[in-house]
């Protein structure tokens, strides 16, 4: 081989391995040497909110999802609102609904005492959601680590790409596709629903539309706290089972036509997801384990890794 040749082999080598570092992007034991107590000590603060508020886990759920779904896993959701940085916070799927920012601050808070600006806020987002999962009876997973932080937020991307309580199932199905999720992860993340809960004026038209797809009694029932008019922020739990117990019920409320948001019960409404819904009501193991293999997928939409992005020392700044 040339000398030529042999510097050209040389540089494909480089180039190989720089992708194939790429690829490999997030791995669980990332801060097995920088930082080996960074998860317990997330999940000890994670607990301890948990267990002063049972609600706040379904919020540490959906920020972790609402950070995903906007520019990739990078924390943009916490950033605060400044001259140069228009936040994700107060766009319209966000603004009064999304919670749990205080608690996330809080483990980052305790992670620095230890390991200072080692640990990435959108990990901790990462891992705030299995522990808050775990906490209240759902399944755990092996979360993947080393991602970075973001330094720019898109309040304008979080009011195009975030699925709202109004969509229908092909909007919802193309929504989730268009993250690189296909329609069984969407089915099963929509299964978070089986905690937490939604203000009135998400569900209002659902319940005073004498619709078929709503069970009569169930509409009756939610319109005692929500009234056709007024009282937009009354809270009703997504599942009026077993509200704060992650478990399979959310999928039978469906197919008894008691979903809460129009979004959810598109799920089980004559349509192709019908059947996965089915399945899940039947078989709490099967939801258990498809949730966990989502909630990882989604956890590697667009993470910045290697020298992009930043670690934040406080996570609603950049530093």
């Not at 906007?70 to 400044?82: F, R, Y």
């Not at 966000?94 to 600006?117: F, H, Q, W």
């Not at 478990?247 to 996965?276: A, E, M, P």
Request: charged share 20%; proline share 3%; aromatic share 6%.
């Amino acid at each position: 081989m040339s000398a030529s040749n042999r510097s050209l082999a040389a540089i494909f080598s480089l180039v190989l391995l720089s992708c194939m570092q790429c690829h490999a992007q997030l791995s669980s034991t990332f801060y097995d040497n920088t930082c080996p107590n960074a998860l317990s000590t997330i999940r000890t603060s994670i607990r301890q909110a948990v267990s002063r508020e049972r609600r706040i886990a379904a919020s540490l759920i959906r920020l972790h999802f609402h950070d995903c779904f906007v520019q990739g896993c990078d924390a943009s959701i916490l950033l605060n609102e400044t001259s140069s940085i228009e936040s994700e916070k107060t766009a319209l799927p966000n603004l009064g609904s999304v919670r749990g920012y205080g608690v996330i601050d809080d483990a980052k808070a305790e992670v620095e005492k230890i390991c200072p600006e080692v640990v990435s806020c959108a990990d901790i987002l990462a891992i705030a959601a299995r522990d808050a999962s775990a906490a209240v009876g759902g399944p755990s997973w092996t979360v993947k680590l080393g991602r970075r932080d973001s330094t720019s937020a898109s309040k304008t991307v979080a009011e195009t790409d975030l699925p709202n309580p109004f969509d229908s199932l092909d909007r919802l199905i193309s929504g989730f596709a268009n993250k690189g999720l296909n329609t069984r992860d969407m089915v099963a993340l929509s299964g978070a629903h089986t905690i937490g809960q939604a203000q009135c004026f998400l569900f209002r038209d659902r319940i005073y539309g004498n619709g078929t797809d709503i069970d009569a009694g169930f509409a009756s029932t939610r319109r005692r706290q929500c009234p056709q008019e007024g009282e937009n922020g009354n809270l009703a739990p997504l599942d009026l089972v077993t509200p704060n117990q992650f478990d399979n019920n959310y999928f039978k409320n469906l197919i008894d036509r008691k979903g809460l948001l129009q979004s959810d019960q598109v799920l089980f409404n004559g349509g192709s997801t019908d059947s996965i819904v089915s399945e899940y009501s039947n078989s709490p193991r099967a939801f258990s384990s498809d949730f966990a293999a989502a909630m990882i997928k989604m956890g590697d939409i667009s993470p910045l890794t290697g020298q992009n992005g930043i670690i934040r020392k406080v996570c609603g700044s950049v530093n």
